[in-house]
């Protein structure tokens, strides 16, 4: 009997053991999809997330409504066309709101996927991080206080003026050419109007369908005849440099978008929105 009962018990041991084995083998075979990064859209790996730099204070590009619950929504004819980029990419999208001038070393850090804010393709930018094609074209204006919008018919009458702009912008750049000018530069469009409302800025160099936005808003602010002209005219996305998988998808939608009428359409109703 004491044969057979120690018999007994090794059985069951060596059952014990086997099961355990068992268990352990599962749960690791069970645990490495649930612990697999997905990854982002950026990586070119099963793309779950796209994350998408802007600078929300650029009506009718990207700008801030309080919808129904009351809270923030970024929206804009920019944020229109990222949605239709991760649509295409069957990413679900996030937006990041920035300043303008740090837009590109998120991205080129990786903490976005790509940026879309009225970015205009300048050659140094270019160097940076690529650019897809040409989505949008517009002129720039520049703002003054109604009272004084006469005086500014020509950019030579600009010449010695303190001049508001966008830091990091294209605007900045056609300042910097004006002879004599005094820049302020700043990160949000809203901070330089309040400059310019302040009199601390004589004008303000816009994008073109921004000021009008402003113009339309604020009370005392006017477009004048001085027509800014520069060669970078129009506006891309941007994405990390070396992303051609990326690049290539962008455009593709961009394709779409033009081809179809889409982005006529967001910059209209976009531009509506803006006005209210």
């Given at each position: 009997?004491?044969?057979?009962?120690?018999?007994?018990?090794?059985?069951?041991?060596?059952?014990?053991?086997?099961?355990?084995?068992?268990?352990?083998?599962?749960?690791?075979?069970?645990?490495?999809?649930?612990?697999?990064?997905?990854?982002?859209?950026?990586?070119?790996?099963?793309?779950?997330?796209?994350?998408?730099?802007?600078?929300?204070?650029?009506?009718?590009?990207?700008?801030?409504?309080?919808?129904?619950?009351?809270?923030?929504?970024?929206?804009?004819?920019?944020?229109?066309?990222?949605?239709?980029?991760?649509?295409?990419?069957?990413?679900?999208?996030?937006?990041?709101?920035?300043l303008f001038d740090s837009l590109?070393?998120?991205?080129?850090?990786?903490?976005?996927?790509?940026?879309?804010?009225?970015?205009?393709?300048?050659?140094?930018?270019?160097?940076?991080?690529?650019?897809?094609?040409?989505?949008?074209?517009?002129?720039?204006?520049?703002?003054?206080?109604?009272?004084?919008?006469?005086?500014?018919?020509?950019?030579?009458?600009?010449?010695?003026?303190?001049?508001?702009?966008?830091?990091?912008?294209?605007?900045?750049?056609?300042?910097?050419?004006?002879?004599?000018?005094?820049?302020?530069?700043?990160?949000?469009?809203?901070?330089?109007?309040?400059?310019?409302?302040?009199?601390?800025?004589?004008?303000?160099?816009?994008?073109?369908?921004?000021?009008?936005?402003?113009?339309?808003?604020?009370?005392?602010?006017?477009?004048?005849?001085?027509?800014?002209?520069?060669?970078?005219?129009?506006?891309?996305?941007?994405?990390?440099?070396?992303?051609?998988?990326?690049?290539?998808?962008?455009?593709?939608?961009?394709?779409?978008?033009?081809?179809d009428g889409s982005i006529d359409?967001?910059?209209?109703?976009?531009?509506?929105?803006?006005?209210?």
């Open positions: 009997m004491r044969k057979w009962g120690i018999l007994i018990v090794a059985l069951i041991m060596v059952t014990s053991v086997l099961a355990a084995c068992g268990q352990n083998k599962n749960n690791a075979g069970g645990n490495t999809p649930a612990n697999e990064s997905q990854g982002s859209a950026n990586t070119g790996t099963a793309s779950k997330k796209l994350i998408v730099g802007l600078s929300a204070d650029f009506p009718p590009y990207e700008f801030k409504i309080k919808n129904e619950n009351g809270d923030n929504e970024i929206v804009g004819f920019d944020v229109e066309i990222a949605k239709e980029i991760s649509k295409d990419l069957g990413a679900e999208v996030e937006f990041k709101d920035m590109l070393n998120e991205l080129d850090s990786g903490r976005v996927d790509l940026v879309i804010s009225g970015l205009s393709p300048k050659p140094e930018r270019a160097k940076q991080v690529d650019l897809s094609q040409i989505y949008y074209k517009a002129e720039q204006s520049v703002v003054s206080a109604t009272k004084d919008k006469d005086k500014y018919n020509t950019m030579e009458s600009l010449e010695g003026l303190k001049i508001g702009v966008q830091k990091g912008s294209i605007q900045e750049d056609i300042a910097k050419t004006i002879t004599g000018a005094k820049l302020t530069s700043l990160g949000k469009i809203n901070d330089i109007i309040m400059q310019l409302k302040s009199g601390r800025v004589d004008v303000a160099i816009i994008e073109g369908p921004v000021a009008e936005s402003f113009v339309k808003n604020v009370e005392g602010i006017s477009i004048t005849d001085a027509k800014p002209v520069t060669e970078d005219e129009g506006y891309v996305v941007g994405v990390k440099k070396g992303n051609k998988e990326m690049l290539d998808q962008v455009n593709a939608t961009l394709d779409r978008l033009i081809g359409k967001f910059v209209t109703e976009a531009s509506a929105l803006a006005e209210k």
